[in-house]
């Protein structure tokens, strides 16, 4: 589907088991079953193009994998080296920890990815991997993709990050692993957790107090990973904000991981004045629970700390935000413009668009809460801005251009929709 006309919709009150897996979890698991001595065993893995082209690497890298389309099971007797250029497709993610994993295998490799992710930049990782003695390069210098590597001995480090990332911490632990001493890695606020939640429950040695964690490489392969992946807090937020926009609504969202590095949107939703609600169901490598939303009046907020703990959610929650009573801001988010579209610019210009009164700065936005109004927005190629403007579109119609990028983290984004709106997408 290239194009879509959302008409506006009534109020609803739903139960959402199906919200896409995970996209950072089925990521990780994939990648790190190539360290493990045995079966892993994924359940729930995200069938989406970004994590199947994760699936397809480690296939490439030499993984045995059976599916049976319900559990993954994955065993890696060592990375090989690939007949083939890796293809990442649209994935940050997928891209950069896959050097982390890759700069002390034996062989060379080749990362690539689509017109978009070659435009993102690659140096965050590149650098740092260089430093400790990874023989990798790109375009620009080593900052765009096509990557090539070649597998080295690593030496210990201990890094000091400038930038809040998970991808860029992901990567130097994955190095760390196989580096030959102790290392250390300090990041300026806590990113995403997943990979020391994981990699520790499989046995490796990571300690984390506060902002640093402290690898000690591997002495032997990791235990295999048996998981269920939850449900993406970051995809089931889109339905969220659509119950807190649309008056006496209500959602329930089922099975997501409740990692506090996570939900920091949902909790800004409940700062402007929605009701928001966490049961607690399970807690295997994450805590996982269901998270109810109910409408209630918005107003707007503040968003300056732990921009990573949300980074995902902003363009969403800005569609909250507009809808608002009053003035939000966001500041310290300049990490949205090297996502999959500017963020900035696309968030601006798509409110806009919607008659929205909204002031661009170098690092956020100062959103104006007024009445949406239909308009049409093109994604830039980018799943997070065209789920964010069809969500808007419930409240007061919207069309939206370039939705093939859904499929990258929500195939299923629109079967959900369709309980809502009651029409048919096509
Ligand atoms: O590690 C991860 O799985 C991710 C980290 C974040 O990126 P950064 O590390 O660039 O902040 C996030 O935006 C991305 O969607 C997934
Ligand atoms: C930024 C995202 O992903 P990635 O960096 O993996 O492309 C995202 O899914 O919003």
Not at 332 to 337: D, G, K, T, W
Request: aromatic share 6%; proline share 4%; glycine share 6%.
């Amino acid at each position: 589907m290239s194009k879509v006309v959302v008409l506006p919709a009534q109020n609803f009150s739903l139960n959402i088991s199906e919200i896409a897996p995970d996209k950072s979890i089925s990521h990780r698991s994939v990648m790190f079953a190539m360290l493990s001595n045995g079966v892993n065993e994924i359940e729930n893995f995200l069938r989406a193009e970004d994590t199947i082209n994760s699936l397809e690497i480690v296939k490439n890298l030499g993984a045995k994998v059976e599916d049976d389309g319900k559990i993954i099971k994955i065993s890696s007797s060592g990375i090989q080296e690939p007949f083939e250029i890796l293809d990442c497709g649209n994935s940050g993610t997928g891209m950069r920890l896959f050097c982390g994993l890759l700069s002390s295998a034996e062989g060379h490799f080749v990362l690539t990815g689509d017109k978009y992710l070659r435009r993102r930049p690659m140096k965050r990782v590149t650098a740092p991997l260089i430093s400790i003695g990874a023989k990798l390069d790109g375009r620009k210098n080593g900052d765009l993709a096509p990557l090539s590597i070649r597998g080295a001995s690593l030496k210990a480090f201990d890094y000091e990050s400038k930038i809040a990332s998970a991808q860029v911490k992901s990567a130097m632990i994955l190095a760390a692993l196989r580096a030959d001493g102790v290392c250390t890695y300090i990041e300026p606020e806590l990113s995403r957790d997943h990979t020391e939640r994981m990699l520790k429950g499989m046995g490796a040695d990571i300690k984390v107090e506060g902002l640093k964690t402290t690898v000690t490489p591997l002495k032997n392969l990791l235990s295999p990973l048996k998981i269920r992946v939850p449900a993406d807090p970051s995809s089931a937020f889109f339905f969220a904000v659509a119950a807190a926009i649309m008056p006496d609504s209500h959602v329930t969202l089922e099975g997501v991981t409740l990692n506090p590095t996570r939900i920091e949107a949902f909790k800004a939703l409940e700062r402007m004045g929605a009701d928001i609600s966490y049961e607690l169901r399970d807690d295997k490598y994450e805590p996982v629970g269901n998270i109810h939303v109910k409408y209630a009046p918005l107003h707007g907020i503040v968003i300056e700390e732990n921009i990573s703990w949300l980074i995902d959610e902003l363009p969403a929650l800005s569609i909250a935000m507009a809808c608002a009573n009053g003035e939000s801001l966001v500041k310290n988010a300049e990490e949205l413009r090297v996502k999959e579209s500017d963020r900035i610019s696309t968030v601006v210009e798509g409110l806009r668009a919607c008659n929205i009164e909204v002031d661009e700065y170098e690092d956020g936005y100062k959103i104006i809460g007024s009445k949406l109004q239909k308009a049409q927005v093109d994604s830039d190629g980018d799943h997070r801005i065209a789920m964010s403007f069809i969500i808007a579109g419930l409240k007061c119609g919207m069309e939206v251009t370039d939705l093939e990028c859904i499929n990258t983290s929500f195939p299923n984004f629109f079967e959900l929709l369709q309980k809502i709106t009651q029409v048919e997408f096509s």
